[in-house]
């Protein structure tokens, strides 16, 4: 069950094998030569166990520190201890790095390794600490992972198709720059559907990634091998990319924070940041994001693509929600607005427009909108005790929920929203995967398929449309008929658990916040257990939709003990461009349910 093996069509005899088999096959030997001999766990340790997110601790390779380095701290803490030399940049390095190894040889999530560069950069790091008394920056030594899709100079970024490996980039994205101007350290790229328009993460070169909380349940796409490594601590910081729910559906497979910005706030296709002298990233691994720098030519990037359907945000996934508040302090800290016109400036103290910032002295807690369906897929039961688990937190915690009405005009801007983010389908990827004979996978078999592009009135009416449904939600959906103002809502981020490997079918609750253009956090809430296991639906229940009734089908006797174990998540939405605002919501949330959670300790005593 080991996830590094390859798809069976790469076990046939060389000369039979296809150019897209060949491609795999050299990539996957290369990455596997590059996990160090005494790193390797022993082949029999998980290849029948599903549940794997907890064999890195017990495998014998990770020494008592190691451990402790990679479980009892996050990125937040890290950063503060190697600023104040309580901790080492190589000793957090290589601990990471261990880690990652461990995770890739379990789940199948990595693409490229760095493990050697990323410990030279480490000891460069320690040595500029130690020579100038103060880091280098707000990231000082903190090993973070990337999206395959982030370019590194010298190394492919291949969205998941063969015909794309073997092309190293030369340039390098801003985000990266910033990153590595704060002092990051790059240890690994990880893995990605192919194409990137899939909840799968599943391609033809490296294979499929796999969830670590149980190997038969789906890990997430499109930026699955980011979650699965930050799940299995093997990075301290991921960095991901987000447009239909690409950073928050693998980080609610994999119980994790996340948080998927205003696309204006943050754009991962942004070209390199022209740094001045002082400003200079280290050259030891720089970065571009997909977009139009570097190999504009094999990469199906159209020109001006984002002034025409929906845009991408770029953002973190983390074990913590204060990690995410440091990825974005440190991002807008680095002013990216000086180096891609298309980011709205502004830095982090100004990302809030809330009535708490306007009124100062205000000492009530927040008011927090639920809103429990879309009128398109009913929640199944499970995930309607979910929200009403988060409901009672924060009534606990001194806080006010109101259940909010589901804004008329939701069905018809996730309509139009889907339509915008497919303006042109499979059209530009499908000769890229017929040029190396490689087949669609199968979460993409039905729907990457090639229309003709849409006409210049057809975007232009979709995008009225838009306008229109965004304006009429964003009015009614903020201020409850007595004039309260919602600080956060908070909604399912699907309508089901986690489910089993390609049978995600239905992402409505994430694509509308970015029809809406408004940023969304992920905060983990537990995990499925027996009580979830034995809800029922309302036998009066309608199907409001195709859709619904598919999702119902998930609900089954058969079904459910695969959820057993699997965490489960809510989404945390407020208005544009106040990334701030979320993040306070999302803390406070976390808190109420922590709160909740010791309280429910200490009765069980």
């Known amino acids: ?160 198709i063969s015909a794309l490996a073997n092309k190293p980039s030369n340039s390098t994205s801003m985000l990266v720059d910033l990153l590595l101007a704060a002092g990051a350290v790059i240890i ?5 559907p192919q194409t990137l328009i899939s909840t799968e993460c599943h391609n033809n070169i490296f294979g499929r990634t796999m969830n670590p909380y149980n190997r ?13 490594l930050v799940a299995m601590r093997g990075s301290a910081l991921g960095v991901g990319s987000d447009l239909a729910g690409s950073l928050r559906v693998p980080a609610m497979c994999n ?99 809330s009535r708490r910032t306007r009124e100062p002295d205000h000492k009530r807690g927040l008011v927090i909108g639920i809103l ?30 109101i259940m909010v009405p589901t804004p008329p005009s939701f069905p018809e801007l996730m309509e139009i929203s889907h339509k915008l983010a497919g303006v042109f389908d499979g059209g530009p990827w499908l000769p890229l995967i017929e040029a190396t004979q490689e087949p669609v996978t199968p979460s993409l078999a039905s729907r990457l398929v090639s229309h003709p592009p849409k006409s210049f009135e057809e975007v232009r009416n979709l ?30 981020l699907a309508p089901h658990p986690v489910p089993a490997i390609d049978q995600w079918d239905y992402g409505g609750y994430t694509l509308v916040w970015t029809g809406m253009d408004y940023p969304t956090g992920n905060v983990p809430v537990g995990l499925f257990d027996e009580k979830d296991a034995a809800m029922e639906f309302n036998p009066e229940s309608k199907f409001l939709s195709l859709q619904d009734q598919y999702n119902k089908r998930l609900w089954n006797r058969k079904s459910r003990p695969t959820y057993k174990g699997s965490p489960l998540s809510i989404q945390v939405v407020v208005p544009r461009l106040q990334e701030k605002r979320l993040l306070n919501a999302m803390v406070t949330i976390d808190k109420a349910l922590q709160s909740r959670q010791e309280v429910s300790r200490r009765s069980k005593l």
């Open 1 to 160: 069950m080991s996830g590094s093996k390859l798809e069976s069509e790469t076990s046939l005899p060389q000369e039979k094998l296809k150019r897209w088999q060949e491609i795999s096959l050299q990539k996957n030997l290369v990455r596997e030569n590059l996990i160090p001999t005494q790193w390797r766990i022993d082949p029999a340790l998980g290849s029948e166990v599903l549940r794997v997110i907890d064999l890195p601790g017990r495998c014998g390779i990770l020494t008592d520190e190691e451990l402790k380095v990679t479980e009892e701290y996050d990125a937040t803490a890290l950063v503060q201890a190697l600023a104040e030399r309580r901790l080492k940049c190589v000793d957090v390095t290589r601990a990471f790095c261990k880690r990652a190894a461990i995770a890739q040889q379990l789940t199948n999530c990595l693409t490229d390794v760095y493990f050697e560069e990323a410990l030279a950069k480490a000891e460069k790091l320690e040595e500029y600490l130690e020579q100038n008394g103060k880091p280098m920056g707000p990231l000082h030594g903190l090993p973070i992972s990337v999206k395959e899709t982030y370019r590194i100079k010298g190394s492919d970024s291949t969205f998941g």
């Open 188 to 192: 690994c790229k990880t893995n990605v």
């Open 216 to 228: 038969n349940l789906t890990a997430g796409g499109s930026s699955g091998g980011e979650a699965v």
């Open 255 to 353: 119980g994790l924070y996340a948080v998927a910005p205003t696309p204006s706030r943050l754009r991962p296709n942004a070209a390199s940041a022209q740094f001045p002298a002082k400003k200079a990233a280290s050259p030891a691994r720089a970065s571009t994001a997909a977009g139009p720098a570097g190999q504009l030519k094999n990469v199906p990037t159209i020109q001006g693509r984002t002034l025409v359907d929906m845009q991408s945000s770029a953002g973190p996934i983390a074990r913590s929600a204060r990690d995410c508040e440091l990825f974005f302090k440190t991002i807008t800290g680095s002013r990216p607005w000086e180096y891609d016109i298309g980011i709205v400036p502004g830095l982090w103290e100004s990302m809030d427009f």
């Open 372 to 401: 429990s369906c879309d009128n398109v897929v009913t929640p199944l039961p499970p995930i309607l005790r979910l929200l009403s688990t988060v409901s009672s937190a924060l009534s606990a915690a001194g806080h006010t929920p």
């Open 463 to 492: 995008h009225i449309r838009r306008e229109y449904a965004v304006t009429n939600i964003h009015r009614s959906l903020w201020w409850t008929q007595d004039g309260q103002e919602l600080d956060a809502i908070i909604c399912p």
